[in-house]
């Protein structure tokens, strides 16, 4: 959030820039055992519609975003979950 809000300004005033939001699946749904993780990827995926319709009602049509939704992976992490 602190590195979109340095580079922001000067995206909206060259009228072009690209802000690309790793999140993840998890960001959609919840499973088993993930109740933090997804909450924290919710909230990205929040914030990056909330930037989307930021930069489209200021009329900074140039600025575009893009979430980007990984599925789970097959790690300790997410052991014992089951979706």
Known sequence: MQT??????SMQERGHGHIVT?????GLMGINQTS???SSKHALTAFSESLSYIAESSG?????????????IDNEMFAGCIS
């Not at 979109?4 to 300004?9: A, D, G, V």
């Not at 790793?22 to 998890?26: K, Q, R």
């Not at 900074?60 to 789970?72: A, D, L, N, R």
């Open 22 to 26: 790793i999140g993840s699946c998890l």
């Open 4 to 9: 979109i809000r340095s580079f922001l300004p």
């Open 36 to 38: 933090a993780y997804a």
């Open 60 to 72: 900074y049509t140039g600025v575009k975003t893009t979430m980007v939704y990984p599925f789970q």
